[in-house]
């Protein structure tokens, strides 16, 4: 297939090319510089122009292609609803290039859009009144599905390597910024986990089964406490580890409190099942403990 990728040169996206090329699929990736172009040229490859603030752009992209793998998110989480926003026009522009045909198309979600209350976050949920406004992914997706578009969805925990981990990279900033570690409460709360090198092998497989409507759960680790998470970096920057509650909390985490507290275990079972996705790598807390500082 020729498949179209957004974030192809971002920290997913540019190791989802190689294994795609490797299967003998072609990669057409959305890049919006010259060094971006260049990166995809020497990886094997074709550059496709265009930005996530451009929504026509990746609906030419689209229209190019057998199928197409969105992983391009603005993470700046200061203002993460106006980014949920622009995602829901990314994906609505690239739904119309698809409407009617049965190329399949894969959104990134996250794995708490399964359901929530400290209960397993499960690929057969959609949390409709779930609190993050990352739902609208989601949401979109059913829309356009209904339009007669292939939509399937692989939904993201913290994905992780020795460079990056998810929210836990900016907690690294807040942390560094503070001088200390510090965890909500108890820090009893969980996060779920997967190595990048898994992650990046499962958008391959959702692509190839290009199965209308299914949902995947990119999950090697159901649920590291974030005490666990507090105590490996404080090791590793070597600073110390301290509980917060109320406003203190508030204070030191800034926008990431809204995620500080949220207990979000996920399975990837059904994944697992379906797929036959066997995850490999290293554990987030190994990663944590390599941290490349």
Same mark, same amino acid.
């Given at each position: 297939?020729?498949?179209?990728?957004?974030?192809?040169? #971002?920290?997913?996206?540019?190791?989802?090319?190689?294994?795609?090329?490797?299967?003998?699929?072609?990669?057409? &990736?959305?890049?919006?510089?010259?060094? #971006?172009?260049?990166?995809?040229?020497?990886?094997?490859?074709? +550059?496709?122009?265009?930005?996530?603030?451009?929504?026509?752009?990746? =609906?030419? &992209?689209?229209?190019?292609?057998? +199928?197409?793998?969105? *992983?391009?998110?603005?993470?700046?989480?200061?203002?993460? @609803?106006?980014? *949920?926003?622009?995602?829901?026009?990314?994906?609505?522009?690239?739904?119309? +290039?698809? !409407?009617?045909?049965?190329?399949?198309?894969?959104?990134?979600?996250?794995?708490?859009?399964?359901?929530?209350?400290? =209960?397993?976050?499960?690929?057969? @949920?959609?949390?409709t009144t779930h609190r993050l406004p990352r739902k609208i992914t989601e949401e979109t997706g059913n829309a356009i599905a209904e339009r &007669?578009?292939? @939509?399937?969805? @692989?939904?993201?925990?913290?994905?992780?390597?020795?460079?990056? =981990? #998810?929210?836990?990279?900016?907690?690294?900033?807040?942390?560094?910024?503070?001088?200390?570690?510090?965890?909500?409460?108890?820090? =009893?709360?969980?996060?779920?986990? !997967?190595?990048?090198?898994?992650? !990046?092998?499962?958008?391959?497989?959702?692509?190839?089964?290009?199965?209308? &409507?299914?949902?995947?759960?990119?999950?090697?680790?159901?649920?590291?406490?974030?005490?666990? /998470?507090?105590?490996?970096?404080?090791?590793?920057?070597?600073?110390p580890v301290v509980s917060l509650t109320g406003d203190e909390a508030a204070a030191h985490f800034g926008w990431m409190t809204m995620f500080a507290g949220v207990d979000?275990?996920?399975?990837?079972?059904?994944?697992?099942?379906?797929?036959?996705?066997?995850?490999?790598?290293?554990?987030?807390?190994?990663?944590?403990?390599?941290?490349? /500082?």
């Open positions: 297939m020729r498949i179209f990728l957004t974030g192809a040169t #971002g920290f997913i996206g540019s190791r989802i090319t190689p294994l795609l090329l490797e299967a003998g699929h072609q990669v057409l &990736g959305l890049t919006r510089s010259d060094a #971006g172009a260049q990166q995809l040229a020497a990886a094997g490859a074709e +550059a496709h122009r265009g930005d996530l603030e451009d929504p026509a752009s990746l =609906q030419r &992209g689209a229209e190019k292609a057998d +199928a197409v793998i969105h *992983c391009a998110f603005d993470h700046n989480f200061s203002r993460f @609803v106006e980014n *949920c926003q622009k995602d829901k026009r990314n994906i609505e522009a690239i739904g119309a +290039a698809l !409407a009617g045909s049965q190329r399949p198309f894969v959104i990134t979600s996250s794995t708490g859009m399964g359901g929530g209350g400290g =209960q397993l976050a499960s690929e057969d @949920v959609f949390d &007669g578009v292939n @939509v399937s969805y @692989v939904r993201l925990p913290q994905v992780h390597d020795t460079k990056k =981990q #998810g929210l836990i990279s900016p907690l690294i900033e807040i942390t560094r910024a503070r001088g200390r570690v510090a965890y909500l409460d108890e820090g =009893q709360n969980r996060w779920p986990a !997967a190595h990048l090198s898994d992650v !990046a092998l499962l958008y391959k497989l959702a692509v190839e089964r290009g199965e209308p &409507g299914a949902r995947y759960n990119a999950v090697a680790e159901e649920g590291i406490t974030t005490h666990a /998470i507090a105590d490996a970096l404080g090791r590793r920057l070597k600073l979000m275990p996920a399975s990837s079972a059904i994944t697992r099942e379906k797929l036959g996705w066997n995850p490999v790598g290293p554990g987030l807390i190994a990663d944590l403990e390599n941290l490349e /500082i």
